[in-house]
């Protein structure tokens, strides 16, 4: 009662001083996850990299513009706190930024806790926010834009809502609960309403309300660690044994929406009408699920390799390919949905075989040449015999990796990023 009392006492406290709260170069960066996890960790790691990534590079460029900025990390272990402030030392961003990493006190996966950790975190953002007068709040994802727009209420500051995805399809496709569907569709529209600017990592906005600036901000990559080369690949090829091999690629987990029956199953296929080929595998962990898959289809040892790599080494195997897999079903979280891995082939300089159910993805494949599209009235074996043509072919290699250099790397897009969150303060 008393933390309740005290928070809406500072809420209380800075309505009267709304209008002395804006500072007219400050932008706020708000994840609701932990700065830093490590693989290992039960969480949110994909979040928590595409946070990082948007954050370290348009910061240098928003410092080039005299904008002084702001992190708050919500949510934090003890661990992470400590693996957080490390980072920010060793990386050198504790000075060029404000951060501030706040600690969780209560436990996850009960309604209850939650409700209070929301509670306990708003308590602590109102103090940060007296602080540093923002006059831009950038929130990640919906949760964090949900605080940010409770907060507006009382502060003023130009809200950016990094959306990333459809997260209320995707509850409703993972069978969740229709009061919890509906109450994040709540969020969502409310983080909608609130907003200045929201991104989106797809061009659609079916359903967004009308009038509303959106902006296509993708999934980008970082070309210090994704890149094509062809002599390195080359090498590659020699060192795993595949100098005359069609060599198919996947990255990534193996989680129910990468369709890894359907990839196996095509790739069965395939090795019908060109026995040289072989299947890259690469996967956080060691992945039971191809690997039933693959004995079930009685694919043989030869013709597949598994691997656990980091992102350097990943390029490197990565860009060996002549194909990469990236097939998803009909749902509308997919028709948002912008993967990672897609800007990270294509910089790898591999095409990519994808179905038509990621709306932006095919139609840059389609208008780009850089890679097949399995439509829905084709069979697998149409789609096969098609794929052929990519065998060693550089020309396309070096196609990919260009586009993908110029449109999706963050070394080429974390300028524009800065700009579009620069003038919000004009």
């Known amino acids: 009662m008393g933390l309740r009392l005290d928070f809406f006492n500072e809420l209380l406290s800075v309505i009267s001083t709304k209008k002395m709260t804006k500072h007219s170069k400050t932008i706020l960066f708000l994840s609701p996850v932990a700065f830093v996890q490590r693989p290992d960790e039960p969480g949110f790691q994909v979040q928590t990299q595409n946070f990082r990534s948007t954050f370290e590079f348009v910061l240098p460029k928003l410092r080039e513009k005299n904008m002084e900025v702001v992190l708050v990390s919500l949510n934090h272990s003890q661990t992470q706190l400590r693996n957080g402030q490390e980072y920010m030392v060793e990386s050198g961003l504790d000075k060029v930024c404000r951060p501030f990493f706040l600690r969780r006190k209560m436990g996850r996966g009960r309604l209850g806790p939650q409700f209070i950790q929301f509670f306990i975190n708003l308590y602590h953002l109102v103090g940060v926010l007296r602080q540093t007068k923002p006059a831009v709040m950038y929130g990640y994802n919906d949760v964090g834009t949900l605080y940010g727009g409770l907060l507006k209420l009382f502060f003023r500051y130009r809200l950016v809502y990094d959306m990333r995805g459809d997260r209320v399809d995707e509850m409703a496709v993972q069978g969740a609960p229709a009061w919890r569907v509906h109450f994040y569709w709540w969020i969502r529209n409310f983080c909608l309403r609130t907003s200045s600017l929201v991104f989106t990592v797809s061009r659609s906005s079916d359903g ?202 963050w070394q080429n897009k974390a300028s524009w990023l800065a700009e579009k969150l620069h003038s919000l303060t004009q």
């Not at 094509?228 to 060192?239: F, K, L, P």
């Not at 149409?382 to 060693?392: A, G, H, M, N, T």
Request: proline share 4%; with cysteine; hydrophobic share 40%.
């Open 208 to 409: 967004f309300s009308v009038g509303k600036k959106h902006v296509a901000k993708y999934n980008f990559y970082d070309g210090r660690h994704f890149f094509y080369d062809a002599d390195v690949a080359s090498e590659m090829r020699q060192q795993l044994g595949l100098e005359n091999r069609f060599v198919f690629v996947y990255s990534g987990t193996d989680k129910y929406y990468q369709m890894v029956p359907e990839m196996v199953r095509f790739f069965t296929g395939f090795l019908k009408i060109c026995p040289d080929a072989w299947l890259m595998i690469n996967t956080p962990v060691r992945s039971e699920k191809f690997l039933e898959e693959l004995s079930r289809h009685g694919v043989p040892e030869s013709a597949y390799g598994m691997f656990h790599l980091n992102q350097h080494t990943l390029n490197r195997y990565q860009m060996v390919a002549d194909m990469a897999f990236l097939i998803r079903e009909d749902f509308l979280l997919n028709h948002r949905a912008f993967p990672t891995k897609f800007s990270e082939y294509l910089a790898s300089g591999v095409p990519v075989l994808v179905t038509p159910h990621v709306h932006t993805l095919v139609e840059m494949v389609r208008d780009n040449g850089l890679g097949e599209v399995w439509e829905p009235h084709e069979s697998e074996s149409e789609v096969q015999q098609r794929i052929l043509k990519y065998r060693s072919d550089i020309d396309i290699k070096k196609r990919c990796a260009a586009f993908a250099r110029e449109q999706l790397s």
